[in-house]
C-alpha cells in the first residue's frame, strides 16, 4: 500500500511540473522582447567601415577616432583584393 502512495505521489507532483511549464514559458518570452528593444536601441549607436586591400590581412580589432572597431566579415573582390567589414562603437 505504501508503494502505491509513493506512485501516486510521483505522478502528481510530475503533472504539477508539466502544468506549470507554460507559465515558464510565458514569462521567458517577455523578458526577450524587452531585450530586443534594449539591443535595438544600442544597435543605433553601431557605425560600419569597409576597407579594402591587396594583402588580404586585416587586424580583429583596433581603435580610430575615438571608435573601436571589430572585424565581421571579409570577402574577396573579383579584381583579386580584399575587403574587411567592420563594426564600430564609440568609446
Not at 514559458?25 to 539591443?39: F, M, R
Not at 583596433?62 to 564609440?90: C, M, P, V
Request: net charge negative.
Amino acid at each position: 500500500m505504501s508503494c502505491g502512495k509513493i506512485l501516486t505521489g510521483i505522478v502528481l507532483s510530475v503533472g504539477l511540473l508539466v502544468s506549470g511549464s507554460p507559465a515558464f514559458a510565458a514569462s521567458t518570452s517577455s523578458n526577450a522582447e524587452k531585450l530586443n528593444v534594449a539591443s535595438d536601441d544600442f544597435k543605433a549607436q553601431v557605425y560600419t567601415w569597409d576597407i579594402t586591400n591587396s594583402t588580404g590581412i586585416f587586424d580583429n580589432t583596433f581603435e580610430s577616432d575615438g571608435i573601436q572597431w571589430y572585424l565581421k566579415g571579409i570577402t574577396k573582390n573579383s579584381d583579386g583584393t580584399w575587403t574587411a567589414h567592420y563594426e564600430g562603437r564609440r568609446i
